[in-house]
Nanobody, 122 residues
Framework: QVQLVESGGGLVQAGGSLRLSCAAS????????MGWFRQAPGKEREFVAA????????YYRDSVKGRFTISRDSAQNTVYLQMNSLKPEDTAVYYC???????????????WGQGTQVTVSS
């Protein structure tokens, strides 16, 4: 069982940066692939980024490539999403996600956090 708690959301102006954190509990964190999803008002939840268990493989949706970076610190049981050059269209609730494989993350893995709001003003 994995429990996920996100933090780091907030209000930022366009062009600014935020770093989201997702703290995971459970002894098997280091063996899980992790990811981030987001859901804007009136829209479906969408994949943002994923990282494999070792941190050697990452994937991003096209619209965030070059601006967002996913990383993990297994010693701290934490995964991060560094978001730079933020745009108003990045406004959404961001959710942390975990599963046993990175392939599963693309479709939404088994474990979810409660979400953290990111609002980008123009």
């Amino acid at each position: 069982q994995v429990q996920l708690v996100e933090s780091g959301g907030g209000l930022v102006q366009a062009g600014g940066s935020l770093r989201l954190s997702c703290a995971a509990s459970g002894r098997t964190f280091s063996s899980y692939a992790m990811g981030w999803f987001r859901q804007a008002p009136g829209k479906e939840r969408e994949f943002v980024a994923a990282i494999n268990w070792s941190g050697t493989t990452t994937y991003y949706r096209d619209s965030v490539k070059g601006r967002f970076t996913i990383s993990r610190d297994s010693a701290q049981n934490t995964v991060y999403l560094q978001m730079n050059s933020l745009k108003p269209e990045d406004t959404a609730v961001y959710y942390c996600n975990a599963d046993s494989t990175i392939a599963a993350i693309h479709w939404g893995g088994n474990y979810w956090g409660q979400g953290t709001q990111v609002t980008v003003s123009s």
